[in-house]
């Protein structure tokens, strides 16, 4: 998988013109179109083309009756199973409209036949791109969304309220956007316009870190990532209220609306490919830990802080570490029991993991992972809050407390 950059991205949406006034097109993004829907539906979509290469063009019910997206979808996302009559119109919506917009963007080629729509694969990179990390996928959003305003003659009113987010420039933004979709789409009623102007508005005031819009009105807060998502409910945001005095787990287990674990594991596999496909693309396939066993190609995404115990964090790239088959069996797993974790090497992976973070976040230019999910990541594994209120990229005091966690370890 080539890795793509974001000059990339722009320089192949410069090929298309999205322009509304155009193309009249009403349905070029929608309400299903949140970066973890667009990103499971592009994984989902490259499962089906993948098992079945002899098929040119597919639909959306091709694409929601396939196995890997029953298992997936109906688990994660909490849909009814897809056979079940009620399901259909839900899950229409659901497929299709991300699909509309990938064909609208380019990324897919779209044909009518009869009163059904057909798609096929046109640009199987940047799929891939919005396939692996919901982070890429709001990427291609945000971008796409800059695209076909500016493309459309509206993006004005948005770097206005950017510039200068008041109550005023919010008004105008939304009158404008309003005013532009009834004229020039089949839209013609104001609740559906403002359904539309929140899938473009708050992506973009996200990667902004600016204000958007929530329930109507201009947001009182910056949006945040979950304010995106089609699903919202995850560890972190449970843990928020836990007593300090009880441990994650205690705090867990008397919790009645618990995170979705299936949505978990997917994000887990997800990860793995995440840092394989970097790992392929910037480090040559090489360990991420240069010691004797550092022989071959790492083909084993590691968790840190093993999956079975640390389900919460099992989906973060900052937990995984890229190693060979041999030193995962041999010294991640003593005796390839991968069900013990060894502590020395452990340790070792630790501080390799926060040296290799520090420079991809102030050296790299495709940067994948995060100093505040990193301390997430050490302080749900050590069950300890102190790495939380490290300063931002302080690496120093990371690794001085992680050494501290092993100091009794390392005496026996």
Not at 353 to 369: D, H, L, P, Q, T
Request: hydrophobic share 35%; aromatic share 14%; glycine share 4%.
């Amino acid at each position: 998988m080539n890795w793509l950059t974001e000059e990339q991205i722009i320089n192949f949406m410069t090929h298309y013109n999205y322009d509304i006034r155009e193309n009249h097109n009403a349905r070029w993004i929608d309400q299903k179109c949140t970066p973890d829907v667009l990103c499971i539906i592009a994984d989902c979509i490259l499962e089906f083309t993948n098992s079945n290469p002899q098929q040119e063009f597919f639909s959306s019910l091709d694409i929601w009756h396939n196995n890997y997206t029953v298992q997936n979808v109906e688990s994660i996302f909490k849909k009814p199973n897809p056979d079940e009559q009620k399901a259909r119109n839900e899950y229409d919506k659901f497929f299709q409209q991300p699909m509309e917009m990938l064909a609208n963007a380019g990324v897919l080629q779209k044909k009518k036949d009869g009163n059904r729509n057909y798609y096929k694969m046109w640009n199987k990179e940047l799929l891939e791109f919005i396939s692996i990390r919901e982070m890429n996928a709001l990427k291609f959003i945000e971008l796409y969304n800059t695209k076909v305003l500016k493309d459309s003659g509206i993006y004005e009113y948005f770097e206005n309220f950017f510039n200068n987010p008041t109550n005023n420039t919010y008004e105008k933004m939304k009158y404008e956007f309003g005013r532009f979709t009834v004229f020039n789409t089949p839209i013609n009623g104001k609740t559906e316009c403002n359904r539309i102007f929140t899938k473009v508005l708050n992506p973009l005031a996200f990667m902004k870190n600016t204000y958007g819009t929530e329930k109507g009105r201009m947001s009182k807060n910056k949006i945040t990532k979950d304010m995106l998502m089609y699903n919202r409910n995850n560890f972190r945001d449970i843990y928020v209220n836990k007593p300090k005095e009880m441990t994650r787990a205690e705090y867990y287990y008397y919790l009645q609306d618990k995170p979705n674990t299936n949505l978990m594991r997917y994000q887990s596999a997800k990860a793995k490919k995440l840092l394989r496909a970097f790992n392929d693309t910037f480090n040559n396939g090489m360990s991420e830990i240069k010691d004797e066993l550092a022989i071959g190609h790492a083909i084993n995404m590691h968790h840190i802080f093993p999956e079975n115990e640390f389900e919460e964090i099992s989906g973060y790239v900052e937990n995984l570490i890229a190693l060979t088959p041999s030193q995962h069996l041999q010294k991640a797993h003593p005796d390839g029991n991968t069900r013990i974790v060894d502590k020395g090497f452990q340790q070792i992976c630790l501080l390799v993991k926060a040296s290799n973070i520090e420079e991809n976040i102030r050296c790299g230019k495709e940067v994948i992972y995060s100093f505040d999910n990193f301390t997430y990541v050490l302080s749900v594994g050590f069950d300890n809050g102190s790495y939380e209120d490290v300063e931002n990229m302080n690496f120093m005091e990371l690794i001085r407390l992680i050494n501290m966690e092993y100091i009794a370890f390392n005496e026996k």
